[in-house]
């Protein structure tokens, strides 16, 4: 069997698309023009580059975009000050502090201190709280791993009853995925550095989400037939052949991977474009919480 690619960048074209055409709406409708600020400390150069993604991203699609920089050595009341005004600013529907910060910042007081309602990253304690919860919505759903559902749902799972193995538990991507694929009805198993026999528990997946930053881990032999693989790893190996003397490579070995599940995710071209588009939608849905309610809504 060969395996569908599913193509994380035509997907993410087509959502950028369509926010792109609400922007529009939104404005002309009721002259609001959605608005995303960034949060850099430090010089860290994937941030730089990430930051600079999303700003780009912005241009494109009709948001305006509200870029802040503060030194490595900031302090947590700065951190914390630039947040507040940003909560109080009616420019900016959403706030996305780019992390990692520095090591000496409390990462969960900053991103605590950023309101519920511009909270477009997902990751504030109320938001994910809800994602926990039955019957609960969060007002965002964290990016990458909303991109991972959507990449599933192109490649046409059936959510209900599957048993779906997500192999990573952190905050950004492994735990929230697993969520929302408990939210699906899947039956979850989440597995993470101190899981025994890895291949055998991967081999059951009619779902395998791979989020754990190791380069081409999970191997063919691994793979249900017609599973389903998305690869949210981003690994860095060195190629002397290319240009930068490195290539990106996902979690999962795509070439053995390939002929044996359903559907799978390249790395790149998979989940990476879809992370940036699903902020842009979360970016124009802080906007649209702005929307007063009219009459004929109550
Ligand atoms: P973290 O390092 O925060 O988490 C990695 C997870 O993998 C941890 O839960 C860890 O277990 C688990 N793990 C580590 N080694 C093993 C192993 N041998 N077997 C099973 N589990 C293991 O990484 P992130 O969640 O931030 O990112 C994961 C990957 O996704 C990275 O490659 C990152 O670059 C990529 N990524 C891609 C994005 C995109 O837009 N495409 C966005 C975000 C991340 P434990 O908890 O026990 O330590």
Redesign the pocket.
């Known amino acids: 069997m060969t395996a569908t690619i599913i193509d994380g960048a035509a997907v993410a074209a087509r959502i950028r698309a369509e926010v792109a055409a609400q922007v529009a709406a939104m404005q002309s409708a009721h002259g609001i023009r959605p608005g995303l600020a960034t949060v850099l400390v430090g010089d860290d150069a994937p941030s730089q580059s990430y930051v600079r993604m999303k700003h780009k991203a912005c241009e494109e699609l009709g948001i305006a975009s509200f870029r802040h920089e503060l030194p490595a050595d900031a302090t947590q009341a700065q951190v914390e000050g630039l947040v507040a005004e940003l909560n109080a600013d009616p420019r900016v529907h959403g706030i996305l502090v780019q992390l990692p910060m520095p090591k000496h910042l409390n990462e969960e007081a900053v991103l605590n201190k950023i309101s519920i309602e511009k909270d477009v990253d997902g990751f504030g304690p109320v938001n994910i709280g809800r994602l926990a919860m039955k019957g609960r919505d969060p007002l965002f759903i964290p990016?990458?791993p909303h991109?991972v559902i959507v990449l599933l749902e192109e490649a046409g799972a059936v959510f209900e009853g599957a048993n779906a193995v997500v192999?990573?538990?952190?905050?950004?991507?492994?735990m929230p995925a697993a969520l929302l694929l408990i939210e699906r009805n899947a039956t979850v198993t989440v597995?993470?550095?101190?899981?025994r026999n890895?291949p055998e528990v991967c081999s059951q997946a009619d779902i395998l989400v791979?989020?754990?930053?190791?380069a081409e881990?999970v191997r063919g032999s691994w793979i249900k037939p017609g599973a389903i693989v998305i690869d949210?790893?981003?690994?860095r190996v060195d190629d002397p052949g290319a240009k930068r003397g490195y290539r990106l490579v996902?979690?999962v070995a795509f070439d053995e991977a390939k002929e044996v599940a359903g559907a799978i995710t390249p790395?790149p071209g998979?989940?990476?474009p879809?992370?940036?588009a699903m902020l842009m939608k979360n970016t124009l849905r802080g906007a649209e919480l702005t929307i007063p309610a009219t009459s004929e809504a109550h």
């Open positions: 990016c990458t991109g192999l990573g538990r952190s905050n950004i991507v492994g597995c993470h550095s101190r899981t890895l791979s989020a754990v930053g190791r881990m949210v790893g981003t690994n996902g979690d790395v998979g989940v990476g879809m992370t940036i």
